[in-house]
């Protein structure tokens, strides 16, 4: 039997395994996925690695009591041990005071994330595709470090009430650090796809060439409140930071920046500036993505910010029971509208400002106002009367996301993009923020 099942075998599957349970409801999970990477340093191929990954999970209840198992085994003998555990750990375990029962069937809409491209990368494509990057850093006698990562894979759910989900997948993600012989210049790019034939390596590596080039004999300058533009991949990384905390149960217990002093939430109410819109669609064709939650539910489009002001909040089925209101899934994808504008436009409307590349070693200060911390790397430059002057010294930041979008003064054209610290894919605009905070200098380049 393959690892990746098509939407029959799958459905098949689940039958089997379900037709064990004596259960009062039983919920199957199953993921199955092919994954090849190569890495790279030094200019030099390091590791060539593939991964094959199949598991299947049970989840009995009896009442209000819950177990699961999970097995990456598939016989016939193994599933109905799997259900029998994950009975034997429901009987045993106390009453879920938030149980709700498993779902109802649901209707999802169509998402296509599989690419027949992307499925079809061996070890020869993902060679040809790094040596395309190699050759660029070596003849200008660059240090390269990269990673190329391709996976294939589907996932599918089952519950004793008859829903049933299935939704397969493709990605590739590309990262790539470039530094120059003395260490003093480096420069990153990282792009992440459905689709392997929008990759493109060379043209990447150029612009990381670039950056490095370009970062050598960085000036210092003195910290404090600057004009920046934020390339996506620097504005992704403080953006998620947003998209993680837009649960309406923290918010209703205080515990977010969402959160009012009288025990509610702030939807209806404007938090950021009226240019940014903030929304989930599994449809969409630059980010395609599970048209299912977790528990089953369905995804449609959903606007999270839109014209500034807060729409919607994530409920769970239990918060939102509780709260007397429709549940709303955790979603699978979060976009951000963009405006119209280029890089270059971005950076010949700057009087004086700060071009950054990539902020890394995110960490949360405060998350009532969401105050984040981190520094910048990998290419950070001065802008003066429209033109990049010179490259400077790297900055530590201190700066809440809401506060940087209340400052906006120009979105650029969305694009895919890869955050380098969770790995997800977002689709997020490059943006000018006036009053940005540099708190220190940093060292490092």
């Given at each position: 039997?393959?690892?990746i099942?098509?939407?029959?075998?799958?459905?098949?599957?689940?039958?089997?395994?379900?037709?064990?349970?004596?259960?009062d409801?039983?919920e199957?999970?199953?993921?199955?996925e092919?994954?090849?990477?190569?890495?790279?340093?030094?200019?030099?191929?390091?590791?060539?690695?593939?991964?094959?990954?199949q598991?299947l999970?049970?989840?009995?209840?009896?009442?209000?009591?819950?177990?699961?198992a999970?097995?990456?085994?598939?016989?016939?003998?193994?599933?109905?041990?799997?259900?029998?555990r994950?009975?034997?750990?429901?009987?045993?375990?106390?009453?879920?005071?938030e149980?709700?029962?498993?779902?109802?069937?649901?209707?999802?809409?169509?998402?296509?994330?599989?690419?027949?491209?992307?499925a079809?990368?061996?070890?020869?494509?993902?060679?040809?595709?790094v040596?395309?990057?190699?050759?660029?850093s070596?003849?200008q006698?660059?240090?390269a470090?990269?990673?190329?990562?391709n996976?294939?894979?589907?996932?599918?759910?089952?519950?004793?009430?008859?829903l049933?989900a299935?939704?397969?997948?493709?990605?590739?993600?590309?990262?790539?650090t470039?530094?120059?012989?003395?260490?003093?210049?480096?420069g990153?790019?990282?792009?992440g796809?459905?689709?392997?034939?929008?990759?493109?390596?060379a043209?990447?590596t150029?612009?990381?060439?670039?950056?490095?080039?370009?970062?050598?004999?960085?000036?210092a300058?003195e910290?404090?409140?600057?004009?920046?533009?934020?390339?996506?991949?620097?504005?992704?990384?403080l953006?998620?930071?947003?998209?993680?905390?837009?649960?309406?149960?923290?918010?209703?217990?205080?515990?977010?920046?969402?959160?009012?002093?009288?025990?509610?939430?702030k939807?209806?109410?404007?938090?950021?500036?009226?240019?940014?819109?903030?929304?989930?669609d599994?449809?969409?064709?630059?980010?395609?993505?599970?048209?299912?939650?977790?528990?089953?539910?369905?995804?449609?489009?959903?606007?999270w910010i839109?014209?500034?002001?807060?729409?919607?909040?994530?409920?769970?089925?239990?918060w939102?029971q509780?709260?007397n209101?429709?549940?709303?899934?955790?979603p699978?994808?979060?976009?951000?509208?963009?405006?119209?504008?280029?890089?270059?436009?971005?950076?010949k409307?700057?009087?004086?400002?700060?071009?950054?590349?990539?902020?890394?070693y995110?960490?949360?200060?405060?998350?009532q106002?969401?105050?984040?911390?981190?520094?910048?790397?990998?290419?950070?430059?001065y802008?003066?009367?429209?033109?990049?002057?010179?490259?400077?010294?790297n900055f530590?930041?201190?700066?809440?996301p809401v506060?940087?979008?209340?400052?906006?003064?120009t979105l650029?054209?969305?694009?895919?993009?890869v955050?380098?610290?969770?790995?997800?894919?977002y689709?997020?605009?490059?943006?000018?923020?006036?009053?940005?905070?540099?708190?220190?200098?940093?060292?490092?380049?």
């Amino acid at each position: 039997m393959s690892i990746i099942l098509s939407e029959s075998e799958a459905k098949a599957l689940c039958q089997k395994v379900l037709s064990y349970s004596k259960a009062d409801e039983c919920e199957i999970n199953i993921l199955g996925e092919e994954r090849g990477n190569l890495r790279y340093a030094r200019n030099e191929v390091s590791t060539s690695g593939s991964l094959i990954n199949q598991n299947l999970q049970v989840q009995s209840s009896f009442g209000k009591r819950v177990g699961i198992a999970t097995i990456d085994e598939f016989s016939d003998e193994s599933f109905e041990k799997v259900v029998r555990r994950s009975e034997e750990l429901a009987r045993l375990a106390p009453e879920n005071p938030e149980f709700v029962s498993v779902l109802e069937p649901q209707t999802y809409v169509k998402s296509s994330g599989f690419f027949e491209s992307t499925a079809g990368i061996n070890p020869d494509k993902r060679a040809d595709a790094v040596a395309k990057s190699l050759e660029l850093s070596r003849a200008q006698n660059l240090t390269a470090a990269g990673f190329l990562d391709n996976q294939k894979g589907y996932s599918a759910m089952m519950n004793s009430k008859g829903l049933f989900a299935y939704y397969p997948s493709t990605s590739v993600n590309f990262s790539l650090t470039v530094r120059t012989p003395d260490g003093k210049g480096s420069g990153y790019i990282a792009k992440g796809y459905s689709d392997v034939n929008k990759l493109d390596t060379a043209a990447a590596t150029r612009i990381a060439i670039q950056k490095s080039l370009g970062s050598v004999e960085a000036k210092a300058l003195e910290p404090g409140k600057y004009t920046v533009i934020l390339e996506p991949t620097a504005a992704a990384v403080l953006l998620e930071n947003i998209f993680f905390n837009f649960d309406a149960r923290s918010a209703d217990e205080g515990r977010s920046f969402l959160s009012k002093p009288d025990g509610k939430s702030k939807i209806g109410e404007k938090i950021v500036d009226e240019r940014v819109n903030i929304y989930s669609d599994p449809t969409n064709p630059d980010l395609p993505a599970s048209p299912w939650a977790g528990d089953g539910q369905a995804i449609d489009k959903i606007n999270w910010i839109e014209k500034g002001v807060v729409k919607n909040l994530i409920y769970s089925r239990f918060w939102a029971q509780k709260n007397n209101v429709k549940p709303v899934p955790t979603p699978t994808n979060v976009i951000m509208e963009g405006g119209t504008a280029t890089m270059e436009e971005l950076i010949k409307s700057t009087k004086q400002g700060i071009l950054v590349t990539k902020l890394w070693y995110i960490r949360e200060v405060d998350p009532q106002t969401l105050l984040l911390t981190g520094l910048t790397r990998d290419g950070t430059f001065y802008i003066e009367n429209g033109v990049i002057k010179h490259p400077i010294k790297n900055f530590r930041f201190n700066e809440s996301p809401v506060i940087m979008l209340n400052n906006l003064e120009t979105l650029g054209k969305s694009e895919r993009v890869v955050s380098t610290e969770s790995n997800q894919n977002y689709l997020i605009p490059p943006m000018k923020i006036r009053e940005f905070t540099f708190s220190s200098l940093s060292d490092a380049v």
